[in-house]
């Protein structure tokens, strides 16, 4: 489901997503798919009650494989998104999306 706005208003999101690379999103998408494939193995992992080590390396590493897709969505966004808002002429709108960027950095240091 795309959303009309983002949530405190801006652009639409449709016409942000249109400056998105296609290549970087089967990137994406394909990253996602394996965490799936890999968390699948996590619980199939419990259901045949593994070692819990063995199961706690298993989540950490895909933890750390969704870090790395977050890492990557974050640089893509950072190099057409938020470049566009910064650069245009909309001041709210820049103001929108640095703040979103903030709000994004504050949130992952509480997790």
Do not use: W
């Amino acid at each position: 489901m795309v959303l009309p706005h983002p949530p405190g208003g801006g652009k639409p999101y449709d016409a942000l997503q249109k400056s998105r690379n296609p290549m970087e999103t089967e990137a994406t998408l394909r990253r996602l798919k394996t965490v799936e494939g890999h968390l699948r193995g996590i619980i199939r992992m419990v259901e045949e009650d593994a070692y819990c080590i063995d199961v706690i390396r298993q989540i950490q590493a895909v933890e750390a494989a969704l870090n790395k897709v977050s890492a990557q969505i974050l640089e893509n966004h950072l190099n057409s998104c938020v470049i566009t808002a910064v650069q245009g002429s909309d001041k709210k709108e820049r103001e929108r999306v640095l703040k979103e960027i903030t709000e994004v950095f504050e949130m992952s240091t509480k997790v």
